[in-house]
T-cell receptor, first 112, second 119 residues
Framework: AQSVTQPDIHITVSEGASLELRCNYSYGATPYLFWYVQSPGQGLQLLLKYFSGDTLVQGIKGFEAEFKRSQSSFNLRKPSVHWSDAAEYFCAVGEIGNKLVFGAGTILRVKS | GAVVSQHPSWVICKSGTSVKIECRSLDFQATTMFWYRQFPKQSLMLMATSNEGSKATYEQGVEKDKFLINHASLTLSTLTVTSAHPEDSSFYIC???????????????FGNGTRLTVT
């Protein structure tokens, strides 16, 4: 069965610093990978997705992620974090029929 | 575009009562909607997949008779938590796939969730 691991439960970065959130997946075939962001008490917003092609994908709000098949990873990055980026971030792998298997999430705190 | 509305955004109910949560796709039609549950400080877990005009498909371990799902139209799916108990308190989120979108490579659109508290 597919699984997604986000090793970091919490991450704190200074405003303006770079960010990398880790995501590892387990999937038999070429995965469909997603990153979502969730603000407290809110639903999920899609940041970016990977289906095929270029392994470096650009998303909204200045985020990007790189698919590395050899490492089974799909890490999310942002060169300069803003205070408004504080939220919880979920990595997910897509299954047949659009089902999503989510990682446990990483809570990002931004300190000024 | 592609807005999914969930109602109510929060609800408090007494143990033993039933609660209905609506998930509407406002500007698109959705043949398939998904219901997720999120416990505090945990990730989202898929509860069931709802297809318009047919019975929902429940994930293993989810009680069909407790969580009734109805997808009567292309823009509305409802989740009814029957005889709710405090352990049903959770954050419920729906998502929808637009009509005609491929099953794999179309991003899902999520509602803002419903916080259910059962006292």
């Amino acid at each position: 069965a597919q699984s997604v691991t986000q090793p970091d439960i919490h991450i704190t970065v200074s405003e303006g610093a770079s960010l990398e959130l880790r995501c590892n997946y387990s999937y038999g075939a070429t995965p469909y990978l997603f990153w979502y962001v969730q603000s407290p008490g809110q639903g999920l917003q899609l940041l970016l997705k990977y289906f095929s092609g270029d392994t470096l994908v650009q998303g909204i709000k200045g985020f990007e992620a790189e698919f590395k098949r050899s490492q089974s990873s799909f890490n999310l990055r942002k060169p300069s974090v803003h205070w408004s980026d504080a939220a919880e971030y979920f990595c997910a792998v897509g299954e047949i029929g659009n089902k999503l298997v989510f990682g446990a999430g990483t809570i990002l705190r931004v300190k000024s | 575009g592609a807005v999914v509305s969930q109602h109510p955004s929060w609800v408090i109910c007494k143990s033993g009562t039933s609660v209905k949560i609506e998930c509407r796709s406002l500007d698109f039609q959705a043949t398939t909607m998904f219901w997720y549950r999120q416990f505090p400080k945990q990730s989202l877990m898929l509860m069931a997949t709802s297809n318009e005009g047919s019975k929902a498909t429940y994930e293993q371990g989810v009680e069909k008779d407790k969580f009734l799902i109805n997808h009567a139209s292309l823009t509305l799916s409802t989740l009814t938590v029957t005889s709710a108990h405090p352990e049903d308190s959770s954050f419920y989120i729906c998502s929808a796939r637009p009509l005609g979108a491929a099953s794999y490579n179309s991003p899902l659109h999520f509602g803002n969730g419903t916080r259910l508290t059962v006292t």
